[in-house]
């Protein structure tokens, strides 16, 4: 699926249908569960505490489309999300006529605010503070920042597309998009017994650390507080190009210097294990680093920026241009920012390979259901 910049018309959006640097895109998304042999695409429940598409299913779907847009300031908010919700349970559940006959199967649809909108309720709530602008970006108006995101995944490569067009034909004339993407996940590999975590563009396994246990992501993921945003969380999504001949014109050995990993097994460059994080302080007999000190998985460490974890989840893209849609979830808009700005200022080795041509800030909704909108929370 191609982007705009320009912003097409909801009519143009519904006519496509019918035929993300951020912080450690290689070191970061959190590895997933193996499915079992032989195991298919089941439903994937839209009601509960917090939206699905987040932490659920627990290994993401292969097929993302991020559709960012904005609310006419004229269109109350709360309507909006009420009726977005219902047609997110009927979607799901696949009753929802305007799927065309394809199966729900895995679908998860994830809405969030962006901060204009949220600090319209309370300039003090979570999710309240824009993205500031980072180095080795080339972002258009139209593809920064916005209202509202709607994360459509799937397994199916036809649902999102249908999924996001019946959404946005239910907000009506109240919405205009601002830009899309769509990404896909590549082959994945054995983290441990129980994980895996996909390739990507550069050929890396892309994801071994993050928030994976409960106490974990009770930590760094979900907002606690104050009570109306409780079980929401902070997404930060980028859209990322890639300068693929560069990188594939290096040696082997110098992209593994890039990121800091072994890119045939995903172990890092200090040893040990897949799962193991990287040993920084291991040197060669005459004093160098195994992990240089340049390499994404030095320069995006949590423990050397002093931040929290990141859930992060990076999706391969190729059109307009080859590169990595990436969506980040923490409890801490902080986590992200310091992040990135650890790596600008220490001169992060894989910085240099990457173009930011979309971005945004998002909170995402604490969960929902038949008797409780979405969206009940901030607007009562």
Known sequence: MTTSARGPSRRAFLGAAGAAVTAGFTAGCHAEPS???????????????????????????????IVVA???????????????????????????????????????VTVGLGPRLVRRIDPGLPGAADLPPFAREEIAERARGGDLL????????????????ALLATAGDRVRERWRQSGRRGEHVP?????????????????????????????????AGP???????????????????????????????VVGRRRDSGIPLSGGKIADGPDLGAKTPDGRYLVPVDAHARRANANLVGAGLMLRRSYSMDDPRPGLLFVSFQNELRTFTATLAHMESSSDALLSF???????????????????????????
């Open 191 to 223: 983290v441990s017994e129980n994980l895996t975590a996909p390739r990507n563009l550069l050929g890396f396994v892309d994801g071994i650390v993050g928030p994976h246990s409960v106490p974990e992501q009770q930590r760094a993921l979900w907002l």
């Open 150 to 165: 709607l994360q459509v995944c799937a397994s199916d490569p036809l649902v999102p597309a249908l999924a996001a067009a």
């Open 354 to 380: 990457t173009t930011t041509t979309a971005s945004g800030t998002f909170l995402i909704l604490p969960g929902f259901g038949h008797g409780t909108p979405l969206g009940a929370s901030l607007f009562p």
């Open 35 to 65: 499915p079992k042999p032989g195991a298919t695409a089941g439903p994937v429940p839209a009601e509960g505490a917090r939206q699905a598409g987040v932490t659920l299913p627990a290994r993401p779907q292969s097929q993302l489309l």
């Open 70 to 108: 904005d609310l006419d300031d004229s269109a109350a908010a709360g309507p909006v999300l009420a009726e977005l919700g219902r047609a997110v349970l009927a979607l799901t559940a696949g009753t929802d006529p305007r799927l065309l006959g394809l199966p729900a199967t895995d679908l998860t």
């Open 227 to 257: 009570p109306r945003v409780a079980g929401g969380t902070i997404a930060v999504v980028r859209r990322m190009e890639l300068d693929l001949a560069r990188f594939a014109g290096l040696p082997v050995a110098a992209q593994e210097a």
